[in-house]
T-cell receptor, first 114, second 119 residues
């Protein structure tokens, strides 16, 4: 099976712009979670989608949003970018049932905000 | 809220030796999962091992094993016969058990331990 894929791998934006990141889960996986990784704050949970519904959300401002499509692919959007949004954004997918809690990560999208 | 603490920012071990990475966590829940993830310099996060809190038996995956002490809220990772390819950041992570109709919270990660393998 192909692993989790994320596009683009690298992105440079300026303050005030918005950005959309994409994640394709492992085939058959219906849950997609997003995480932000920074040197200062470490790895932080953003949100999780399951069957096109946001199931859980971390402690991030409303500028961070996401959605999931019927094929389980997910997008994450950040509006009005701030310098502090520079980070590695990781997507993870998991299957159902007993494997739900086992998350498999993509390579990440490195976002730089100038 | 749950917290995960990795008290060793960096560890160094000789190739072929054994090393243990420490992790403690704080939770009021009784049903949860614990994980160790490895993030090599290429940045792809890889699941190393998982442990269900309701299982008393410690999980083992080849050269990787855990020492799970539920009462002490401790979850250490032992790497035997260390290899150069084991060099990476290692993250301990916690996840609440699935709640019917509500899914589960995301993973809560520790700050990580940078493991260096000396040839």
């Amino acid at each position: 099976k192909a692993g989790v894929t994320q596009t683009p791998r690298y992105l440079i934006k300026t303050r005030g712009q918005q950005v959309t990141l994409s994640c394709s889960p492992i085939s058959g996986h219906r849950s997609v979670s997003w995480y932000q990784q920074t040197p200062g704050q470490g790895l932080q949970f953003l949100f999780e989608y399951f069957s096109e519904t946001q199931r859980n959300k971390g402690n991030f401002p409303g500028r961070f949003s996401g959605r999931q499509f019927s094929n389980s692919r997910s997008e994450m959007n950040v509006s009005t970018l701030e310098l502090g949004d520079s980070a590695l954004y990781l997507c993870a997918s998991s299957g159902g049932g007993a494997t739900y809690n086992e998350q498999f990560f993509g390579p990440g999208t490195r976002l730089t905000v100038l | 809220a749950q917290t995960v603490t990795q008290s060793q920012p960096e560890m160094s071990v000789q190739e072929a030796e054994t090393v243990t990475l420490s992790c403690t966590y704080d939770t009021s829940e009784s049903d949860y999962y614990l994980f160790w993830y490895k993030q090599p310099p290429s940045r792809q996060m890889i699941l190393v091992i998982r442990q269900e809190a309701y299982k008393q038996q410690n999980a083992t995956e080849n050269r990787f094993s855990v020492n799970f002490q539920k009462a002490a809220k401790s979850f250490s990772l032992k790497i035997s016969d260390s290899q150069l390819g084991d060099a990476a950041m290692y993250f301990c992570a916690y996840r609440s058990a699935f709640r019917s109709g509500g899914g589960a919270d995301g993973l809560t990660f520790g700050k990580g331990t940078h493991l260096i393998i000396q040839p």
